[in-house]
């Protein structure tokens, strides 16, 4: 049937509003931007996971230091995705790459490149855009494109793992979801950046995106 790819941020609170609008649509199938090591993690809050990498564990208290901002802490709206979808009884895929292989490929990244990161992170480089970036919302199409190009000029290495490799992860695993159930309607939750990247790779595809809950035309 359809893949409905539904945009989320993971530090807003208008994700949550989002995943409600989508639910009232009765899918048949839920995916998740989500793998079982970090599922685990969300649901016993942390516990259970160390994958040693100084880098992921400075991404996580910067996003947590959002999430204090905005009411929501990173990963929880999926988390909300996961437990809404199991109260209703729905089939719940999770289509990320496994996070330690992530960790993994993020070590064989030049030493030079994660340095750099390592202070751009301290310096705040992922709050770009100043002031007109407001963190309690979906950001815009535009403010998401040019956050991924900065990350891309800025961190080649990173970007390629964090984001190109993930992505063709994530399409291959909703193409196989697709396939196992042909008659089905998948809801997919992704973070915003991931959207449009994944839906361009599943074209041919029966593919809708919704940015802010609202339908894009492809």
């Known amino acids: 049937m359809t893949i409905k790819i539904y945009g989320t941020s993971h530090v807003s609170q208008e994700s949550i509003e989002v995943i409600d609008q ?32 100084v880098f992921i564990r400075l991404l996580e208290r910067f996003q947590k230091y959002i999430g204090g901002k905005t009411g929501l802490m990173p990963g929880e709206e999926m988390l909300y995705a996961y437990n809404r979808g199991i109260q209703e009884n729905l089939d719940v895929a999770l289509v990320d790459r496994d996070i330690r292989v992530t960790v993994e490929r993020l070590k064989k990244v030049r030493r030079k490149e994660k340095v750099k990161a390592f202070f751009s992170l301290l310096g705040g480089f992922l709050i770009p855009f100043g002031g007109d970036f407001d963190l309690g ?58 959207c449009q990247p994944v839906s361009d790779l599943l074209r041919g595809e029966d593919v809708e995106v919704y940015r802010k809950g609202v339908l894009e035309e492809r």
């Open 22 to 53: 989508a639910f009232l649509e009765d899918p048949d199938v839920v995916a998740l931007e989500l793998d079982p090591p970090r599922l685990e993690a969300l649901m016993f809050e942390g516990r259970g996971r160390d994958d040693g990498s």
């Open 137 to 194: 919302s979906i950001p815009e199409e535009k403010k998401i494109d040019r956050m991924v190009s900065e990350l891309e000029d800025s961190f080649p290495g990173i970007y390629q793992v964090l984001m190109e490799e993930r992505n063709r992860y994530i399409c291959r695993s909703l193409v196989q979801l697709q396939e196992d159930n042909p008659e089905d309607d998948i809801a997919v939750f992704l973070g915003a950046a991931h």
